[in-house]
């Protein structure tokens, strides 16, 4: 029946894609993403058609991803926090396992299956309320509805895991946790009794004694005391010898100091008290009475008939509450390995059709975890009750040393699966890799291969996403993972026109080439422009990062030299310029750029300032020294004699090399005026204008600066007369 079950469910998921296209060749499908796939119709003929078909119309597209109520926005929380408890847990198992005194986890492993199960309890809390805003004939309301159910039935099976497999007491004696199992579960008989109390004479309530079989049956016996004392015959003999046996029931207790055979033999001597009462007739006169004190006496019958209001719904375990009734008054020291049989003998009792839950619960008081777990895989549209459930229950067999080969390996594999099916998720990505960190990572506590396939495959939407990828990397040390978000992010701002965004990326992702190609962008943008834009903030803050390429260096020097400038420091950005142009860090296409630059700083003098605070070797009536002007005149001769031989065109075009052609004849004159008077400044010809055939500088400009040179002398000579 269940596998006939779980293949009606799997009918139920199949859809028929249609195809719009003539071609009878089937359907093809591409990967996409982490758990999608493209469905379209496939270009190819099939092998069996015998004339070739071509598609004259439009096809479709068809999207396919894992849609689950894990999801919804009603059970978000649910992921995050049991993220939380779940690496809580192996953080406890790693701290044991380093420990060189053995350590007993089965405390933890508790706590954690009961924070599981609270988690559960408050994301049904959560969506009972939000029931109550909904209308009952929506779709959303029988969706929320629904997810309530699978919910509860999460949790009861949860709980009764943790009696079996993880919180096992001494003996195997387990009667005391099913009842405060199934008092969890299967609360009509609390709400019974709180409508019964809440009325003036509880007696009269048509439940009142419904609540009372109830409350036994689940061994509430005090709570039944209290019912039947609101009677108005309670004084009577019959209602007191009937309380006299509720009140003497024992019950055992692991920790009690009382043994097994004591405590059978105490229960045996109180049940055949109640038979010996119900043979005397002590409860004949009252029909009530005597029906309680048969089910004291343990008749299966009279069980049946009054547990089969106990359950909440007709779609939850009804043979629950009669199993647990038929082993309180008939068989009080039950045990494990007699629970199954237990079980199949209530299912029979109260012929209930198994369902896919009722075969989950048989398989765990069987004590077969393994198929307790490929139950849950194949029930559920989601893994988050068989990935928690598989590591408590690896993790608790672990604690009591033993070994159950295929649950480990099932526990990884499982724990991998439902981490995938966070990581397609737009936020639930990161939970995804969290989980990916525990299950069969990598050697020497590196990242498993997985996580890096998982993290390249996770679609980069924005800046924030990109961070937090490239953090989540860094962690990991998947540095080149880190590394090729950068770059996506640097081609993709490139792309866009923000190119000192760009810049920042490539430097992030150590890339030369790409960020070499972003500072010639940007000097491009600056020939046709004139301004460096929104880049000088990011320059003039990158400080040894710019030393990634050449290009850059010169992008961040140049960024330099204009502050330089702008503070009226004309003696250092001088300096800065001329390095720039000898030490060949510019790109010989800007250089019309920074000797226009230098055009200001050859008209310019120094203040008296400037000359105070210049340096012995420095001259005191000029900005640019004398071999610095050799070296402007060397590249102002460099180039216009490649833009005259047309080696340049491609940059002619610019409005700043424009200007430079203009200018040229003023640029060499003041070059020239600037070396008469730095010589003169100098008070000697420190480079001799013979040797300056090393510049490339013509004749013609060396007259000239002879003639200037006499003028600046003869001005000099009569200034000091």
């Not at 895991?161 to 008989?189: K, M, N």
């Not at 608790?396 to 991998?416: C, E, F, T």
């Not at 055939?693 to 013609?700: F, L, Q």
Request: hydrophobic content about 40%.
């Amino acid at each position: 029946k269940f596998i006939m079950d779980f293949e009606e469910q799997i009918s139920n998921r199949i859809w028929s894609i249609p195809c719009s296209s003539s071609i009878a060749g089937g359907h093809c499908a591409v990967s996409t993403g982490i758990n999608k796939l493209v469905v379209f119709p496939s270009p190819y003929p099939r092998k069996t058609s015998s004339t070739p078909q071509t598609n004259n119309g439009m096809d479709v597209l068809h999207v396919l991803s894992p849609s689950s109520w894990l999801f919804s926005r009603h059970t978000r929380q649910l992921v995050n926090e049991a993220m939380g408890t779940f690496r809580s847990v192996q953080a406890a198992v790693e701290e044991a396992g380093d420990r060189e005194e053995e350590t007993d986890l089965t405390p933890l492993l508790i706590n954690s299956s009961r924070e599981y199960r609270s988690m559960l309890q408050a994301c049904v809390v959560s969506l009972n309320s939000s029931l109550d805003n909904e209308d009952p004939n929506s779709d959303n309301y029988q969706e929320m509805a629904g997810q309530c159910e699978l919910l509860y039935k999460m949790e009861l099976l949860l709980g009764l895991t943790e009696i079996i497999f993880v919180d096992a007491r001494p003996g195997s004696l387990l009667l005391s946790q099913l009842v405060c199992w199934v008092r969890l579960h299967y609360t009509s008989c609390t709400e019974q009794m709180v409508q019964v109390m809440a009325e003036e004479n509880p007696s009269e309530h048509q439940l009142y004694w419904r609540a009372i079989y109830g409350l036994v049956c689940q061994g509430r016996l005090s709570d039944a005391r209290q019912l039947l004392q609101q009677h108005p015959h309670c004084h009577t003999d019959a209602f007191t010898a009937i309380e006299e046996m509720l009140r003497k029931m024992p019950t055992y207790q692991v920790y009690s100091g009382v043994s097994e055979g004591e405590f059978m033999l105490r229960w045996q001597h109180w049940q055949s008290e109640c038979e010996s009462r119900q043979l005397r007739g002590d409860f004949s006169s009252w029909g009530h009475l005597n029906k309680l004190s048969q089910i004291l006496c343990g008749n299966i019958g009279i069980i049946l008939s009054v547990t089969s209001d106990i359950g909440n719904n007709s779609n939850n375990s009804l043979w629950v509450p009669h199993l647990l009734a038929t082993l309180l008054y008939t068989q009080p020291n039950i045990k494990l390995h007699r629970l199954h049989a237990a079980a199949l003998r209530a299912i029979d009792d109260t012929k209930h059709r198994k369902s896919a839950l009722d075969e989950l619960l048989l398989a765990a008081m069987e004590g077969d975890a393994l198929q307790v777990v490929r139950g849950c895989q194949q029930s559920l549209d989601n893994l988050w009750l068989s990935a928690h459930l598989t590591d408590l229950l690896q993790h608790a067999v672990a604690a009591r040393n033993q070994s159950i080969q295929p649950l480990a390996a099932m526990r990884d594999s499982i724990v991998q699966d439902y981490a995938l099916e966070l990581a397609d998720h737009s936020s639930l990505w990161q939970v995804g890799v969290i989980y990916l960190d525990y299950c069969g990572g990598g050697e020497g506590g590196q990242a498993s291969p997985l996580t890096t396939l998982l993290l390249e495959r996770v679609p980069i939407t924005n800046d924030a996403k990109a961070h937090k990828l490239i953090n989540m990397a860094q962690q990991r040390n998947l540095h080149h993972v880190a590394s090729g978000v950068c770059r996506v992010m640097g081609r993709r701002a490139s792309a866009e026109g923000r190119l000192a965004s760009a810049i920042w990326w490539g430097v992030r992702a150590a890339d030369s080439h790409f960020t070499a190609h972003t500072a010639n962008q940007v000097l491009q943008r600056y020939l046709s422009s004139g301004e460096l834009h929104s880049s000088a903030l990011l320059l003039d803050h990158l400080g040894s990062a710019m030393l990634i390429s050449d290009t850059l260096t010169f992008l961040g020097k140049y960024r330099e030299f204009h502050s330089l400038y702008q503070k009226e420091e004309y003696r250092q950005a001088a300096d800065l310029l001329v390095t720039l142009l000898s030490s060949k860090l510019a790109p010989q296409y800007f250089w019309p750029v920074l000797l226009l630059d230098a055009l200001p700083l050859l008209q310019q003098r120094p203040t008296e300032q400037q000359n105070n605070n210049r340096l012995s070797s420095e001259p005191p009536g000029v900005v640019v020294s004398a071999a610095h002007t050799y070296e402007l005149m060397y590249c102002l001769n460099t180039v216009t004699t490649e833009l005259h031989m047309g080696t340049n065109k491609q940059d002619d075009s610019s409005g700043l090399v424009k200007e430079f052609l203009l200018r040229e004849e003023e640029l060499r004159a003041c070059l020239i005026h600037n070396l008469a008077r730095a010589i003169v400044s100098e008070g000697s010809v420190d480079a001799d204008p013979v040797n300056t055939h090393v510049y490339a500088v013509d004749h013609t400009s060396f007259a000239a600066v002879g003639l200037s040179l006499s003028l600046v002398q003869s001005q000099h000579y009569n200034a000091h007369a």
